[in-house]
């Protein structure tokens, strides 16, 4: 059994392709699971979106601490494979994150959304946690500008979907990009 420490130190060389999560997983690998993996596998998230929050469901995902939260602010390699993360999972989705004609990132429906919705779009579905641990990471690591159009896309779907999706999901999102947002 590893300690949160040893956990916390593999996140870094995780996230650069230097090193393997507990699994033995680089992070490429991981990247270019097809949809089914992505969905059926459950152990994978806390690695690709560390939170400062211990998980629930795997007592072997790494928590970020202080130094690991700079490296991610500071480092370019970092906010970049974070940014490929994010666009693996968007497309699962259904979304896509893009750049619209003022330079500005936006995140929205891809031409797959009617076919990928059913696959995740329904109410008390165990996507809307990883969601929620998605915002609160890229808020943390400074992504902050992702984390609000993300965010602005989930309100949108909220909007449409209100029924699957539910007001107390939604507010678990709010939270995350506001309570971050806020620091």
């Known amino acids: 059994m590893n300690s949160e420490k040893q956990l916390t130190a593999m996140l870094i060389p995780f996230y650069l392709g230097e090193q393997t999560d ?3 997983r680089k992070i490429q690998e991981v990247w270019a699971w097809d949809f089914e993996e992505l969905e059926c596998a459950h152990d994978y998230i806390q690695w690709l979106f560390p939170i400062a929050e211990k998980s629930t469901f795997n007592p072997n995902a790494p928590v970020v601490d202080e130094t690991v939260i700079q490296a ?5 390699r970092l906010q970049q494979n974070l940014q490929r993360s994010l666009s693996v999972m968007l497309r699962l989705y259904g979304l896509q994150c893009s750049l619209n004609e003022a330079g500005k990132v936006v995140v929205d429906k891809s031409e797959d959304y009617p076919i990928r919705k059913r696959e995740w ?3 008390l579905d165990h996507n809307y946690l990883r969601i929620t641990r998605i915002l609160k990471c890229l808020t943390l690591f400074g992504l902050n500008e992702e984390a609000q159009t993300f965010y602005a896309c989930l309100r949108q779907l909220y909007r449409e979907e209100r029924d699957q999706i539910g007001r107390e999901t939604f507010q678990y999102w709010t939270d995350a990009v506001e309570a971050f947002s806020a620091v």
Do not use: S
Request: charged content about 25%; hydrophobic content about 35%.
């Open 22 to 24: 507990l699994e033995g």
């Open 72 to 76: 991610f602010q500071r480092d370019p």
């Open 121 to 123: 779009l329904c109410l």
